[in-house]
Each structure stands twice: as structure tokens, then as C-alpha cells.
């Protein structure tokens, strides 16, 4: 069999030494530009290609990241794999996905994740138990929790940095609209009962129509899941009682929220009761939903994402968390306001 060829193979055929080799292939270490064309020049004619395994043996960083979910129905959540893995690759290091259970902790998969020896975790849509908190603390490695923080305090809390978006500021921005375009009978339609996105943005709705004397008269649970999403309308929706304003916790509850609304019970949208999500995935904008939404920047969560992983596995920081503001964007599921006749 044909000796695969070394980086000292390479050294000797570009005239540089073996450090020199290693750092071209290093992503963002120093290296000229007429050093680094030499060794690619070489590499290529030996057919030399680095070995990342060999590599993390000898600087002990595999340069991967674990990326843990919970579940990816949600629209929202393939946005985000896209934008943090291309943001990761470019700065040389490589994403491995795991999935943990739905409405658990990520207990389970995390001896398999410490097998690969990580340099850093992000947890998306999975929580964050006190007991992964410890482990990964033990062995040095960073976990940011993206879209949610630990409500349950403790080491999870603090072992942990976050990136999310303002939720209580997106719930507050949802109830002034809703309230200003005439609405009066409010519901709102939560995700998961311990999930920190969910609570945040249900209580900044609650407070803020509180602040302008309504308060919410109707409310279910979705789970964050399309079917029980449709279920629970159904519920909320049964008698003669009900809102004719709906806050849903994200869009895919939204979505699945109109097409009942419209589809099943007959209602008009957004004559007789509006409807809007937060994330603003693209299915949001489509024709046949055009659904007034709270939109999280993703990029500007996943650059502070990526920020928060180098630092912390280059340097022994504290964790802290980040908050991105949100932006409502205004389509067809709410009532526009209103002309003023200047007579």
C-alpha cells in the first residue's frame, strides 16, 4: 500500500519547516502569504492532506462543537444550524449535531458528546440540567445555551452563558399592537411550561396589557408542536367566550393556529381575531399566511454565540449572557391602523 504522505514530506518539498506546514493549515495562525503558497504548492503535488484527528492528539482541541437539539419541527431551528455552522467553519472548527428528547434534559446524550472530546457545547431547543452543568465544569467545557437560559437557577444557571432574544420586550411590543388596533379579548398560546422563551414572552404580554388595563382571559398550551398547537385552539375556541386576539409563542403554533381559525371554525382573519407568532421564519411571509410575527435576528445571535464559544475555550471567563434586541414585523393576521379623516 502507498505511504500516505507526512507534513514533514511537505516541509522538505517546500523548503519551510514542519511548524510552518502546520500552521497553513491552522485556521487563523500566522503565516506569509509566500510560505503559505509554497506548502499548498507541495501539498497538492504530494497529494498531502492534514490530519485532524492526528492534530487534536498533539494540540489536545478536537476544534468541534456540539450542537444539541431537542427537536427540529420548528422552522426556526434550521436557520439557525445553517447560520452557526457556516459561522463556525469559517473559523475552523466543525459541528456535531446531537439530538436529545423532547421536554428533557440533555442527560442522555451527554457521555456520548464528552466522548469526542468537544471544545465547546450549544444547547438549542434542549435544556440544561444542573447534572450536564457540573460535568461539562469538571472537564473545561464552555456551554452556551442559544434561545434560552436555565429558569431553575443553580449551577446550570451560572455554569452557562446564554444568547437570546429580548422576549419580554417582543411580548410587550405584541400586546401594544394588539391593544392599539382595537382588540380587547386576549389570549395567548404557550410553548413548554419551563421553557425561559416561552415564560419571558408571555410575561412581558401580560404585563404590558395589565399596564393598559386588559390583562389575558384565554390561555392554552402548544407545546411548540403543530398537532397539539391545533388542538389546544380548538380548545381555546370551543364556546361562545372567546379572544379575538391570539399571541402565540412562536410561529409554527401560529401557523398552525390559522389554519383552524380559518379552515375548521370559519373565523376571518384578522377581522374577527387576530393572530401573531414570534421568530419570523420564512414560512411567516407566505401568501397564504402573511403572519404579523416578532423576528429574532438570527445572525446577530449566532455571531454572539460564536463570540461567547472562542472566548471562553481560549481564556477562563465567566459566563454571561447576551440579549438581542427584536423587531415586530407587521403583515396581514392583525387589523391596520387606522385612517384619520381630516374633516
Keep these: 500500500m502507498k505511504t500516505a504522505p507526512r507534513a514533514q514530506d511537505v516541509a522538505d518539498l517546500a ?14 495562525a500566522s503565516v506569509s502569504e509566500e510560505t503559505r ?35 427540529l419541527e420548528n422552522q426556526f431551528y434550521p436557520l439557525v444550524i445553517e447560520k452557526l455552522s457556516q459561522k463556525l467553519q469559517k473559523e475552523g472548527y466543525h459541528v456535531l449535531m446531537f439530538i436529545a428528547e423532547v421536554d428533557e434534559a440533555a442527560d442522555g446524550v451527554l457521555a456520548e458528546i464528552l466522548q469526542y472530546q468537544v471544545d465547546g457545547i450549544v444547547m ?18 464552555p456551554v452556551v445555551q442559544f434561545n434560552r437560559v436555565s429558569i ?44 425561559s422563551t416561552s415564560i419571558e414572552r408571555e410575561r412581558g404580554y401580560r404585563d404590558t396589557l ?26 381555546m375556541f370551543a364556546g361562545d367566550a372567546r379572544p379575538d386576539a391570539l399571541f402565540a409563542g412562536n410561529d409554527h403554533m ?31 411571509a407566505w401568501g397564504a399566511y402573511q403572519l404579523t410575527t416578532v423576528r429574532q435576528q438570527v445572525e446577530p445571535m449566532v455571531d454572539a454565540t460564536v463570540s461567547l464559544l472562542r472566548e471562553q475555550m481560549q481564556a477562563e471567563l465567566r459566563p454571561r449572557d447576551v440579549v438581542v434586541p427584536c423587531d415586530l414585523i407587521e403583515r396581514a393576521t392583525v387589523r391596520s391602523k387606522p385612517k384619520h379623516n381630516n374633516l
Design 15 to 28: 523548503q519551510v519547516s514542519q511548524s510552518a506546514v502546520s500552521r497553513t493549515f491552522t485556521p487563523g
Design 210 to 235: 395589565q399596564q393598559l388595563g386588559h390583562d389575558v382571559g384565554y390561555r392554552e398550551v402548544g407545546h411548540y408542536n403543530f398537532d397539539l398547537a391545533q388542538a389546544a385552539v380548538r380548545r
Design 124 to 141: 438549542a431547543s434542549a435544556m440544561l440540567s444542573s447534572n450536564v452543568a457540573q460535568s461539562c465544569a469538571e472537564v473545561g467545557v
Design 37 to 71: 503558497r509554497k506548502v499548498l504548492a507541495a501539498a497538492q503535488r504530494l497529494g498531502y492532506r492534514p490530519n485532524a484527528l492526528a492534530r487534536s492528539l498533539i494540540t489536545r482541541r478536537s476544534r468541534i462543537v456540539a450542537l444539541v437539539m431537542s427537536y
Design 254 to 284: 401560529a401557523i398552525a393556529a390559522l389554519d383552524v381559525l380559518r379552515q375548521e371554525i370559519g373565523l376571518r382573519i384578522p377581522e374577527d381575531v387576530a393572530v401573531v407568532g414570534f421568530d419570523d421564519v420564512p414560512q411567516a
Design 152 to 195: 431553575l437557577g443553580g449551577l446550570a444557571r451560572h455554569a452557562s452563558s446564554s444568547v437570546t432574544s429580548d422576549n419580554y420586550a417582543g411580548g410587550a411590543k405584541v400586546a401594544r399592537l394588539l391593544v392599539e388596533r382595537g382588540y380587547r379579548r386576549f389570549g395567548y398560546l404557550a410553548g413548554l411550561e419551563d421553557s
